[in-house]
């Protein structure tokens, strides 16, 4: 898993090399035309075959993760089994999205009038790849909130989470369960709930109920890993004296958000960050007034994100240590 992360961090996800998220929304796409063209427009139907998708992406992907796990095993031989770690590696990289969550967040920094070279459509251009909200007609303070909301919410769902479940399979591994669902089990099918809510969690036309199994299976999967970087970030930037201060105050300002993670992660951000977030945002023809998070700080300016950024960054490697200290006492013993 350091390796997984450390791969990460170096390549992100390379454009020539084929993503397993790609392959799950290909398939999303199909199950998702074939399920509408039976069900029509029956509430009870589409729900029927929401559940169905979900069920077989989740378990196809862990499936194809555990494959690669036994794959991985040394007690193949071992060109097999070394061929099998890499692909394993390389499985565990594509889970995180540390690197391209961070370049594609300063991507829409660097695009900014005030940038050399920079120019507002362009930014909004960005952003618009990387958050749900209309784009168009926002000026520069609400990009830039907006990369600051994205890069909060987003490491919660494109690091902390599947890292969590890795975490978890190692664990099931360590404790000596070495037939079960293991690291890439576990992280491919917290990237497959993932990817059918951002594919189909939305609360429009037969997306309503469609998408109603993805949506709650990710907010299930995302509950415990949020609340986990609620109590651990805050030691990794203020005194440790303020750390039920700040997991306090996050929770009060997360708890009004319509979703069980996205508010909290946001609001435990913006206050070890210092900053100002949440307000008003456009989805489509819709206006949506969501929290103000950390009220009494100023607003987003570009040094606040690079802070949300780095603390990502900083907290994904005090995981990373903590697990490893654990892992080593475990062994010890």
Same mark, same amino acid.
């Not at 989740?58 to 690669?68: D, M, Q, T, Y």
């Not at 300002?253 to 913006?270: E, H, K, L, M, T």
């Given at each position: 898993?350091?390796?997984?992360?450390?791969?990460?961090?170096?390549?992100?996800?390379?454009?020539?090399?084929? &993503?397993?998220?790609? %392959?799950?929304?290909?398939?999303?796409?199909?199950?998702?035309?074939?399920?509408?063209?039976?069900?029509?427009?029956?509430? %009870?139907?589409?729900?029927?075959? $929401?559940? !169905?998708?979900?069920?077989?992406?989740?378990?196809?992907?862990? $499936?194809?993760?555990? *494959?690669?796990?036994?794959?991985?095993?040394?007690?193949?031989? +071992?060109?097999?089994?070394?061929? $099998?770690?890499?692909?394993?590696?390389?499985?565990?990289?594509?889970?995180?999205?540390?690197?391209?969550?961070?370049?594609?967040?300063? =991507?829409?920094?660097?695009? !900014? +009038?005030?940038?050399?070279? #920079?120019?507002?459509?362009?930014?909004?251009?960005?952003?618009?790849?990387?958050? @749900?909200?209309?784009?168009?007609?926002?000026?520069?303070?609400?990009?830039?909130?907006?990369? =600051?909301?994205?890069?909060?919410?987003?490491?919660?769902?494109?690091?902390?989470?599947?890292?969590?479940?890795?975490?978890?399979?190692?664990?099931?591994?360590?404790? $000596?369960?070495?037939?079960?669902?293991?690291?890439?089990?576990?992280?491919?099918?917290?990237?497959?709930?993932? /990817?059918?809510?951002?594919?189909?969690?939305?609360?429009?036309?037969?997306?309503?109920?469609? @998408? /109603?199994?993805?949506?709650?299976?990710?907010?299930?999967?995302? %509950?415990?890993?949020?609340?986990?970087?609620?109590?651990?970030?805050?030691?990794? *930037?203020?005194?440790?004296?303020?750390?039920?201060?700040?997991?306090?105050?996050?929770?009060?300002?997360?708890? +009004?958000? +319509?979703?069980?993670?996205?508010?909290?992660?946001? =609001?435990?951000?913006? &206050? *070890?960050?210092?900053?100002? !977030? #949440?307000?008003?945002?456009?989805?489509?023809?819709?206006?949506?007034?969501?929290?103000?998070?950390?009220?009494?700080?100023?607003?987003?300016?570009?040094? =606040?994100? &690079?802070?949300?950024?780095?603390?990502?960054?900083?907290?994904? @490697?005090?995981?990373?240590?903590?697990?490893?200290?654990?892992?080593?006492?475990?062994?010890?013993?």
């Amino acid at each position: 898993m350091i390796a997984a992360a450390g791969l990460d961090l170096l390549v992100g996800d390379p454009r020539w090399c084929p &993503h397993p998220v790609i %392959w799950m929304g290909r398939w999303i796409t199909i199950l998702r035309a074939g399920v509408e063209r039976l069900a029509g427009d029956r509430p %009870w139907a589409l729900r029927a075959g $929401g559940t !169905l998708i979900t069920m077989l992406l989740v378990g196809a992907s862990a $499936g194809c993760g555990w *494959c690669i796990e036994r794959a991985a095993q040394p007690t193949l031989s +071992p060109l097999f089994s070394a061929s $099998g770690t890499v692909l394993l590696v390389i499985g565990l990289a594509s889970a995180l999205a540390a690197r391209s969550l961070r370049s594609s967040v300063l =991507a829409v920094l660097k695009a !900014l +009038p005030s940038s050399d070279g #920079g120019d507002l459509s362009s930014a909004r251009q960005r952003l618009s790849w990387i958050v @749900g909200r209309q784009t168009d007609g926002l000026q520069e303070p609400e990009i830039l909130r907006a990369a =600051a909301e994205t890069a909060s919410e987003n490491a919660v769902d494109g690091i902390f989470a599947p890292l969590f479940w890795m975490l978890v399979g190692a664990g099931l591994w360590q404790i $000596g369960w070495q037939e079960g669902p293991g690291p890439l089990c576990l992280a491919w099918a917290f990237k497959a709930s993932s /990817t059918l809510d951002s594919m189909l969690g939305y609360r429009t036309g037969r997306l309503r109920w469609l @998408g /109603t199994a993805g949506a709650r299976l990710d907010d299930w999967l995302t %509950w415990l890993p949020c609340r986990l970087v609620m109590v651990s970030l805050p030691l990794i *930037c203020r005194p440790w004296s303020a750390w039920l201060r700040l997991v306090r105050a996050a929770e009060r300002d997360g708890r +009004p958000d +319509p979703s069980p993670n996205a508010g909290r992660s946001q =609001a435990i951000y913006a &206050h *070890c960050a210092g900053v100002r !977030l #949440g307000g008003r945002n456009r989805y489509g023809d819709r206006w949506v007034n969501k929290p103000v998070l950390a009220g009494g700080m100023p607003d987003v300016n570009q040094n =606040a994100v &690079h802070r949300i950024l780095n603390l990502s960054l900083a907290l994904e @490697g005090a995981w990373l240590l903590v697990a490893l200290m654990i892992s080593r006492l475990a062994v010890a013993q």
